[in-house]
């Protein structure tokens, strides 16, 4: 396997990127241009980077900013693990299950390219679930629902993950009531009616195609669309996020999975069935196969339901103080840390002078506007100049406090 290669290296090689762009330049959606480019520009000058400069010898380093682009392997991962602590902060102190909701093959190519459609996706999920809680007891359970649009061998496979405590608040807020069962013969034939009823009202013009896929699901599919739902991932918050995290943001294919490019083809592994298999495919259909995943600009791939709702803070905040008071509570998740991953990942301090080996002072920050044109402030300007920025993770400790006052805080790599 080439250690060497992934996605990105597979675009600049050969100059296949621009050669895609000319094959298909009536028909690539500004989006994908977009973040196509922003991941070619990962980590160079181009998106931006911060200058230090060593107090003791005068050597100047260099640090690029990434890029931040859904198709960055690099990108994707630090958002992997920022997200993972934001999320560990709400998580309750409870079980939660797994729930995979999936849909028929033969409906996959309604939903390619149609953000409306992947929407009521996520809507009917939230609203199976919201129904398979309410039917024994009234409580309100929390769920975080996760749009995952393919699968390993890059083929679209729309389909849900859900999150879900294992419980939830009663209706007077006053208990929080476990649910062991939950009736998964009910979320299958439910879930498979009201994705074809909703769909069937979606897209009238339609019809002739819909209608006898319809017919067919209705007459062949009796037991419902297939869910998988056997695990309940106990006690630590740690375990809990392992399973959701790798569905947040990552690229399609990730560089461990790639085996070779020779030029006209690019291999590739993937798991079916319990099995490692490799797919070969000719390089600007396996471009075009990752890059047709790539979500629109304002469309959300994780949305939250119930108690885990923004609009349910009392709920949230009622639950919260009931499961603090009865179990035992959860290990919080360490700090995203930028510098200790880097220097994990490189076995080298990016903050540490490559000459003498003296701690670096950040001097200035070279950015990209609004209008995607460079600029450098330096340090005798950050009292004065009023710009947001992306890049507060770069500053020592004892800088952070003052750039707060005048920026926006965000992370870079």
Not at 279 to 307: N, Y
Request: glycine share 4%; proline share 5%; aromatic share 12%.
């Amino acid at each position: 396997m080439d250690t060497e290669l992934s996605f990105e290296a597979i675009l600049k090689r050969d100059n296949n990127w621009i050669l895609f762009k000319e094959l298909y330049k009536n028909r690539l959606p500004e989006n994908v241009i977009h973040e196509t480019e922003k991941m070619l520009a990962c980590c160079t000058p181009e998106c931006g980077f911060a200058k230090y400069i060593c107090p003791h010898c005068g050597n100047i380093k260099t640090i690029p900013f990434s890029c931040k682009s859904k198709l960055c392997s690099r990108c994707g991962k630090k958002h992997t693990d920022i997200w993972s602590q934001i999320v560990s902060e709400k998580l309750l102190n409870c079980d939660h299950r797994h729930i995979v909701l999936t849909v028929s093959n033969k409906l996959w190519p309604f939903f390619i390219d149609n953000p409306s459609l992947q929407r009521i996706l996520l809507d009917t999920a939230a609203k199976i679930i919201k129904k398979a809680f309410s039917r024994t007891e009234k409580v309100t359970a929390g769920f975080i629902l996760v749009l995952h649009p393919f699968g390993d061998d890059l083929k679209p496979n729309f389909h849900v993950h859900a999150l879900v405590t294992c419980g939830g608040l009663s209706k007077d807020n006053s208990r929080f009531v476990k649910v062991n069962y939950i009736d998964y013969e009910f979320i299958r034939k439910t879930w498979q009616y009201e994705i074809l009823t909703v769909l069937r009202k979606a897209l009238p013009q339609h019809k002739h195609i819909l209608n006898p896929i319809i017919d067919w699901c209705f007459k062949y599919k009796t037991n419902g669309f297939v869910i998988f739902a056997d695990r309940v991932i106990k006690g630590s918050k740690k375990a809990t996020l392992s399973y959701i995290a790798r569905y947040t943001r990552h690229p399609p294919i990730s560089k461990r999975r790639i085996i070779s490019y020779d030029g006209s083809y690019v291999s590739f592994s993937y798991e079916a069935y319990g099995k490692e298999q490799t797919k070969t495919m000719p390089k600007f259909e396996f471009i075009k196969a990752v890059l047709q995943h790539t979500a629109s600009k304002q469309f959300k791939t994780i949305r939250r339901f119930g108690l885990y709702s923004r609009r349910s803070s009392v709920k949230y905040e009622a639950a919260k103080d009931l499961l603090e008071t009865c179990c035992k509570p959860m290990a919080k998740l360490k700090d995203f840390d930028w510098r200790k991953n880097l220097t994990a990942f490189t076995g080298k301090d990016p903050l540490v002078c490559d000459k003498c080996g003296q701690g670096l002072t950040l001097f200035s920050i070279t950015y990209s506007d609004k209008t995607g044109a460079l600029k450098t402030i330096e340090k005798d300007d950050w009292f004065y100049e009023d710009i947001p920025t992306k890049h507060l993770e770069t500053f020592p400790q004892d800088e952070k406090q003052r750039w707060r006052q005048i920026c926006m805080p965000a992370m870079p790599y």
